[in-house]
């Protein structure tokens, strides 16, 4: 082993240690990244057809999204602002509807006579200052999404020098492969996307009509949760249900029944029948790697990963099938020649 | 070694220890692939007998689980949830009992010894007075503050959570099993890939071999107990057979445990009924060890009993309670793995390194 070699092997571990002490960053370049191909597929698609150059395809995205934004807020926001207000007032008839069910426990009654009984102070302190690091945290996540976006749109507007960056950073006996594997990721991740935005629209679609048509307060607000929580496979769409599932016991506990029902329905269907349709062509994930590795990222990142799981295993997947399958397990030949006994 | 060497070496570290960090998911991914197992063992019995489709199997099979899974709530649970309930009730009762009696012990050999003038062994009998401890103690401790009772819930949950998240995993390995095979055959070397394949076919069969063992060899010994507690009298005869049926499934400490409950109960009655009892599961036990488990397991299955016990420890350090209880079929696995890949294929291949020649 020459110095050379070990001045190599240095520099990389200690590149990977820096890297997982700075893993949050990661995570929000990953979302960069996830926002930038979202903005890059319309953008692709836009100058297909039109002779435009890309800021101002980009400028025309954004305008567009913008309208459309703006288009449904004027068009909702009154019908939202009203029933957000509404929700306003519905929750603490919840928390009546609830109560005489959580009388019944005994734990609870006990729980609320400590309440009452005393130092409930002494209790409330160590709360506050964990509102406060809430707060904290809140502030925080918000300027790291605003940083994100704003990454994201420098990515979208010139992506060709981004990705030339990063192929330079390879051995050159590897820069055609880090292309194509960049562009099988690019590939992949704008597939995916673009998969699960429609079905996010048309499980949104399907519930706001279901929830009409049961004639549930607020059902614009829970079908748009639902149908953006559809983006989180597995467990998106089973937190989404709660919402309307609580409005439904508002109603009357036939409605609630009959929510469930459709909610299980059309999740069913998204999750069995669209998604796997939808992205047949483009990536191709085992039903329990979605799951595992969403549990593992939630362990390893909590929250932030767990939202970010999926695209992550998209990317991974597609690395570790070209580089890992491909280049390395598939060209590996049993050591002939005694010389080479090292069996790693 | 090159560099590219180091780097695989590198890398393999990494993985190793992001695999350390995850280990209680890698513990909740195994235990599915052990259910998923069970039932691919049920859907390829299942398909043999009626000569069907792997799909019109499986469906047949899960039916099959439903059914029995819901006949098991309905009739078997809530009376062993009560007899449990009262089993535990009665477990402090007889330690007083124990406890009495040894101080009575005490006090006649004290009086044997000195006399009838009492005293003597008397600051023993005071140390071994047990304070009364009701169980109402036990809920109010419980519900002492409300961190403790959100921590309580969030177990719960938490333990609901992995539950599921087991058995959804399960299922769809179940339901296609060839797929996740072929997928974890890709990520091992190319020259290793056909002689790998065989390895897990004989690791899925060696599962499948030994659960059949442990079903038939649990059900032994749950009827035993049941037939035996029943011809001694001993009272709540129903939660104590179950139990030892079930935790025969973790052997050296499963059986020990399954003994203390039935003991306390016939403890209450009387005393030489506990050590009938005692007698009772010591036959069973060895009746299991020597005669059933023999008989109804593959030989080749069979562990050391020291293996068996180190296996458990090791599990249980790594893994925690989890690990205990699935510590058998870890080491069915391992035992599997480690006799085809690392004795057959590497130590027994490996000659001694010729010098290098000089050129």
């Known amino acids: ?344 | 070694m090159k560099f590219g060497q180091w780097l695989g070496l590198i890398c393999l570290v990494a993985a190793l220890l992001l695999l350390w960090s995850l280990r209680e998911t890698v513990v909740l991914i195994f235990a599915a692939v052990i259910l998923a197992m069970a039932v691919c063992t049920l859907v390829g019995t299942v398909q043999q007998r009626l000569q069907c489709r792997r799909s019109l199997a499986l469906g047949l099979s899960l039916l099959a689980l439903v059914l029995v899974a819901v006949i098991v709530a309905t009739a078997i649970i809530p009376p062993f949830l009560d007899q449990f309930a009262e089993l535990l009730h009665q477990v402090p009762q007889a330690g007083e009992r124990v406890a009495r009696m040894v101080r009575g012990a005490i006090e006649s050999g004290s009086r044997m010894l000195y006399g009838n003038r009492d005293g003597g062994l008397s600051w023993l009998q005071q140390e071994l007075t047990v304070s009364p401890q009701d169980p109402s103690a036990l809920t109010s401790s419980l519900s002492r503050g409300i961190p403790r009772l959100l921590g309580l819930a969030g177990n719960v949950g938490n333990g609901l959570l992995q539950t599921l998240f087991v058995v959804a995993v399960a299922l769809m390995v179940a339901a296609q099993p060839a797929a996740y095979r072929e997928a974890l055959l890709l990520l091992v070397p190319s020259f290793y890939r056909r002689r790998f394949r065989t390895v897990l076919l004989q690791c899925g069969e060696a599962l499948s071999a030994w659960m059949v063992g442990v079903l038939i060899s649990s059900v032994c010994v749950g009827g035993l107990a049941a037939i035996g507690l029943w011809l001694l009298g001993v009272k709540l005869v129903a939660a104590c057979a179950v139990l030892a049926g079930v935790l025969n499934v973790i052997p050296n400490v499963g059986p020990t445990l399954s003994t203390l409950f039935p003991m306390s109960v016939a403890l209450l009655d009387s005393p030489w009924k506990a050590v009938a009892v005692l007698g009772l599961y010591v036959v069973v036990q060895n009746l299991e060890s020597y005669l059933i488990t023999p008989s109804v397991m593959h030989h080749q299955l069979r562990l050391l009993p020291g293996l068996t016990l180190c296996a458990q420890l090791l599990f249980t350090v790594l893994f925690g309670p989890m690990g205990l209880v699935l510590a058998l079929p870890l080491a069915v696995c391992l035992q599997v793995l480690l006799k085809e890949v690392l004795i057959h294929d590497v130590l027994n291949r490996w000659k001694p390194a010729r010098l290098p020649t000089p050129p």
Request: glycine fraction near 8%; charged fraction near 10%; proline fraction near 6%.
């Open chain 1, 1 to 344: 082993m020459t110095s050379r070699s070990l001045l190599g092997i240095l520099a990389l571990v200690v590149l990977g240690l820096l890297l997982w002490e700075l893993r949050w960053v990661m995570l929000a370049l990953f979302g960069a990244v996830v926002l930038a191909v979202a903005l890059d597929v319309p953008i692709t698609m836009l100058r297909r057809r039109l002779p435009l150059n890309r800021p101002l395809a980009l400028a025309l995205v954004l305008a567009a999204l913008v309208g459309i934004g703006g288009w449904l807020g004027s068009l909702l926001l009154p019908d939202l602002l009203e029933q957000i207000q509404q929700f306003g007032q519905l929750l603490p008839m919840v928390g009546q509807r609830l109560a005489p069910l959580a009388g019944q426990l005994p734990g609870l009654r006990q729980l609320e006579d400590q309440l009452v009984a005393g130092n409930l102070w002494d209790r409330l302190q160590p709360l506050g200052s964990q509102l406060i690091g809430v707060a904290g945290g809140a502030a925080n996540s918000t300027v790291q999404l605003l940083l994100m976006g704003l990454l994201a749109l420098l990515f979208a507007l010139d992506p060709r020098s981004h990705l030339r960056l990063l192929i330079a950073a390879t051995p050159r006996f590897y820069r055609p492969r880090m292309q194509t594997l960049l562009q099988a990721c690019r590939e992949a991740l704008g597939g995916w996307l673009a998969g699960m935005t429609l079905s996010a629209v048309v499980v949104f679609l399907t519930t706001w009509a279901g929830l009409v048509l049961l004639h549930l307060p607020l059902a614009l607000l829970s079908s748009l949760v639902c149908g953006l929580l559809t983006f989180v496979p597995t467990v998106g769409p089973t937190a989404a249900t709660l919402l309307p599932l609580a409005l439904g016991l508002l109603v009357s506990p036939a409605t609630l029944v009959q929510v469930l029902i459709l909610r299980l329905l059309i999740q069913n269907a998204e999750a069995f029948v669209l998604t796997p349709l939808l992205l047949s062509r483009t990536v191709n994930l085992l039903p329990t790697v979605a799951l595992i590795s969403q549990l593992c990222l939630g362990a390893l990142l909590g929250l932030p990963g767990l939202l970010l799981a999926l695209p992550l295993v998209v990317v991974l997947q597609v690395i570790s099938e070209e580089v890992l399958v491909h280049d390395v397990m598939d060209h590996w030949d049993r050591p002939q020649s005694p010389k080479s006994k090292t069996l790693i």
